[in-house]
């Protein structure tokens, strides 16, 4: 526990990253059941070294010594859609779901990035408009609910939503994207 905690204190002080991995990396081969340990090396394996692989592999051996911990298989989802592996990454956003991980909006609007990807589009509509509800000004999710609505031909909702997020943000970079799909959608 100690190696872990000091780890997680170093992790980001300029300079210590590397230090923190290695505290981490021993504190769970001490004690396999840090999970707050393999969460932080997966975001770093993910984020800094650009391996989701390493971290799939990590996280797995998270899961095997944790296996009710939610935000376990809420990185191993975010990895593999990092490898666009968009069913692995569904199967285990929903065990989380299931184990009851915080839903919040990232959670909703990364699961229908998969959904999206794997063009079942009424899931990502859904998933969507549960992160909006928590979170309404989450541009991002507006925008790819914008799309989907789009590639499903559906374009009353598509300019519906654009319209929408083009009030809500009027000054900012996805009202002014809004406008301009409200624009194209027009001129066809």
């Not at 309404?136 to 374009?155: C, E, M, P, R």
């Amino acid at each position: 526990m100690k190696l872990q905690n000091k780890g997680l204190d170093l992790f980001f002080v300029t300079g210590k990253t590397k230090d923190a991995v290695k505290l981490l990396e021993q504190a769970i081969e001490l004690e396999p059941r840090l999970f707050p340990s393999y969460l932080q090396l997966c975001f770093y394996y993910v984020e800094l070294e650009k391996n989701p692989k390493k971290a799939i592999t990590l996280i797995k051996k998270g899961i095997e010594n944790c296996p009710k911990v939610p935000l376990l298989y809420g990185s191993l989802a975010d990895s593999y859609a990092q490898l666009e592996q968009h069913h692995e990454a569904i199967d285990n956003y929903n065990k989380a779901e299931v184990l009851g991980i915080e839903l919040v909006p990232p959670f909703y609007f990364n699961r229908g990035n998969s959904y999206t990807k794997l063009k079942e589009y009424d899931k990502a509509i859904d998933d969507y408009k549960k992160a909006l509800n928590i979170d309404s000004k989450h541009f991002k999710a507006w925008q790819n609910l914008i799309i989907v609505y789009y590639y499903k031909g559906d374009t009353h909702n598509a300019l519906e939503y654009a319209s929408k997020l083009e009030k809500l943000d009027s000054n900012g970079k996805f009202g002014v994207w809004a406008k301009e799909v409200i624009r194209e959608i027009k001129m066809r």
